[in-house]
């Protein structure tokens, strides 16, 4: 099991409250395929522990296209 460090960070905008950020280390995200826009969810499992859960993708509006043939 390889174990990763990161630092809560803070985002702070004008005219809103601080929000608190994680980033998920590079090597995790390659070892899970986490893709950019992918949806998961945090679930807290008690106040030490969160699970990160994928969420089913949802399928394309339309079917992608077919190459055309010359």
């Given at each position: ?43 807290v ?26």
């Amino acid at each position: 099991m390889a174990n990763y460090q990161v630092r809560i960070q803070a985002i702070r905008s004008r005219g809103h409250n601080e929000r608190p950020f994680v980033t998920i280390p590079v090597a995790i995200a390659r070892a899970l395929d986490l893709q950019k826009g992918e949806l998961v969810e945090w679930k807290v499992v008690d106040r030490a522990q969160l699970l990160l859960v994928r969420q089913p993708q949802p399928s394309p509006l339309r079917p992608p296209r077919k190459p055309k043939i010359t």
